[in-house]
């Protein structure tokens, strides 16, 4: 069995390679998402020893929460999962916005438990800061939602810096997720320090920038999905990534290795992460990052990853 790790001080035990599921029932993010290839990747995780399934409302308004809890109730095996959702955002005529008043969290962490069809949600995460909720008085309702066992952990998302340690006022967070990935280090400087400090376990999203890190893309590939908008992607940009992209294959290619598996091993070796979550959209893909597990870095490796993204 994989060893576990402990998401900062949250009591959480979780193989160290998750699953992201945001294209489980994404319509919203994904045009051409398939619900039953989403609920396959799903029980290929859980049959495969991947305990902690990374969701959220905002992932098909609520549709990824359904299939997942679909899924996991016919596995048998929820006691043994680690289930990470998010709430906060709603959607009006004007588009999404985010309302982290403590009555109206309250209320959607009950809605997102009936979507899972559980009693308890083991990490819920504040999906984005509001402009009008004090971020403590929003966690402080999460507190109370623990007390009653509703939840096991505490998580923001997005939070700024500032907003974090607003947030993090009474120690009550547990977990921060945020972007993070080789293409866009900001967070080292910006957040590691303090979640560090206050052993907070930083959970990096978009930890393969969206499939480009895994290194199977080229100049020629198109994108019809919000990859299209996606700063990495950029004409220009996206060219100069494919080339770093190519030497990180190189000391892949040395170890028998892929560049996702090494890219993933690189973030465990930072101080402030304890787990990833790769998102996928196959089955076959969850197995291939759980690979990861069998990959050791040296230390000159180590340094020459950070070197080509530097
Ligand atoms: P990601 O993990 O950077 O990239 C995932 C994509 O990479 C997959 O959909 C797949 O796309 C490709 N891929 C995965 N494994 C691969 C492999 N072994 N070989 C080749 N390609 C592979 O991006 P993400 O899924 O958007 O982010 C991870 C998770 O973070 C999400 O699922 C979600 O749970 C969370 N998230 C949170 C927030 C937030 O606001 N808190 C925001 C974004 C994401 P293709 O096959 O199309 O290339």
Redesign the pocket.
């Known amino acids: 069995m994989t060893k576990q790790v402990e998401l900062g001080k949250s009591w959480l035990k979780v193989n160290p390679i998750g ?6 029932g ?1 319509h919203n ?2 045009p051409d998402t398939d619900e039953e290839a989403g609920k396959e990747l799903v029980r290929t995780a859980i049959d495969h020893g991947v305990n902690f399934l ?3 409302y ?2 098909g308004q609520g549709r990824s929460e359904e299939l997942i809890g679909e899924v996991v109730k016919s596995s048998g095996k929820r006691a043994d999962l680690v289930i990470a959702s ?1 709430v906060s955002p709603v959607f009006t005529d004007d588009g999404m916005k985010n309302n982290n008043s403590p009555d109206f969290l309250k209320q959607e962490v009950d809605k997102s438990l009936k979507r899972l069809q559980t009693d308890y949600v083991d990490l819920m ?1 504040i ?2 800061p509001d402009e009008k909720t004090p971020e403590a008085e929003a966690v402080g309702s999460l507190k109370e939602l623990k007390d009653e066992g509703k939840i096991r952990a505490i998580g923001v ?2 939070f700024s810096p500032d907003q974090l340690k607003r947030a993090n006022q009474d120690g009550y967070v547990d977990v921060y ?3 993070y ?1 080789l293409l866009n280090r900001e967070a080292e400087n910006t957040l590691f320090p303090y979640v560090t400090e206050q052993n907070i376990s930083f ?15 080229d100049k020629n590939a198109q994108f019809n ?1 919000f ?1 299209a908008n996606s700063p990495y992607f950029q004409k220009g940009v996206y060219e100069q990534n494919l080339a770093k992209v190519e030497q990180l294959r190189k000391i892949a290619n040395g170890k028998n290795a ?1 560049a ?2 090494v890219v993933l091993a690189w973030y465990l070796t930072r101080d402030a992460i304890d787990a ?7 089955g ?3 197995l ?2 759980l690979n990861t597990l069998d990959v050791q870095l040296t230390a000159q490796e180590v340094q020459d990853i950070d070197r080509i993204f530097e």
């Open positions: 699953l992201g599921t945001n294209a489980v994404g993010l994904y990374d969701t959220a905002l992932y998010k995460y999906h984005y998302s997005n997720q945020g972007e990935n959970i990096p999203f978009f930890p393969l920038a969206s499939g480009l890190l895994a290194g199977k893309y999905d990859r892929s996702a598996h990833v979550i790769p998102g996928a959209k196959r076959q893909q969850v291939d990052n």
